[in-house]
T-cell receptor
Framework: NAGVTQTPKFQVLKTGQSMTLQCAQD?????MYWYRQDPGMGLRLIYY???????DKGEVPNGYNVSRLNKREFSLRLESAAPSQTSVYFC?????????????FGPGTRLTVT | AQSVAQPEDQVNVAEGNPLTVKCTYS??????LFWYVQYPNRGLQFLLK??????LVKGSYGFEAEFNKSQTSFHLKKPSALVSDSALYFC?????????????FGAGTQVVVTP
């Protein structure tokens, strides 16, 4: 049971390049989330998917797009990377039932945009 | 809108002493409250949660947290800190009625436990 996995672990991009961050979970969770973590700012929600087939914007969606490919997989795409997108990106998933709202996090992707 | 405040950027404590990490929240309606821990270069790990019921919640690794509705606080505590508890701790809140389960995180508190 791997939990939440993310690829790649590290990435360096030049300004204007594009890339897709991959996330998969094997816990049969309905909801999946993408966050970015910046020093002193906690985690900020970029996009989320409440269930397969739905996605919605979070707090900081500009410059990003997402795809909920199936129940297991939720990808985050940077179409034209900017230095302001240098951050650590975390994917999370949740069963989102009345007794279980906690989210489970992947190990993160450290992205540097030069 | 919901928000979380962790008033201390860093907490320093000697090993064996009690550890407290403070969290206050603002949310309309009934809150779900969470504590997570992050070790260097790792993802966040769930520690404990408050949904309803007993105000004192026990979680992993000997941590507990006390929900105080009148003070809108959810402080994390450990009676005797270990050096291995040194990490970044996050408090988070969501609303009971928030069907998407979106968490609002605090900025985090760095805990440093010295031998």
């Amino acid at each position: 049971n791997a939990g939440v996995t993310q690829t790649p672990k590290f990435q360096v991009l030049k300004t204007g390049q594009s890339m897709t961050l991959q996330c998969a979970q094997d816990m049969n969770h309905n909801s999946m989330y993408w966050y970015r973590q910046d020093p002193g700012m906690g985690l900020r929600l970029i996009y989320y998917s409440a269930s397969e087939g739905t996605t919605d914007k979070g707090e900081v969606p500009n410059g990003y797009n997402v795809s909920r490919l199936n129940k297991r997989e939720f990808s985050l795409r940077l179409e034209s990377a900017a230095p302001s997108q240098t951050s650590v990106y975390f994917c999370a998933s949740s069963a989102r039932t009345a007794a279980s709202y906690e989210q489970y996090f992947g190990p993160g992707t450290r992205l540097t945009v030069t | 809108a919901q928000s979380v405040a962790q008033p201390e950027d860093q907490v320093n404590v000697a090993e064996g002493n009690p550890l407290t990490v403070k969290c206050t929240y603002s949310v309309s309606g009934n809150p779900y409250l969470f504590w997570y821990v992050q070790y260097p270069n790792r993802g966040l790990q769930f520690l404990l949660k408050y949904i309803t019921g007993d105000n004192l919640v026990k979680g992993s690794y000997g941590f507990e947290a006390e929900f105080n509705k009148s003070q809108t606080s959810f402080h994390l505590k450990k009676p005797s800190a270990l050096v291995s508890d040194s990490a970044l701790y996050f408090c988070a809140v969501t609303r009971l009625t928030d069907s998407w389960g979106k968490l609002q995180f605090g900025a985090g508190t760095q805990v440093v436990v010295t031998p």
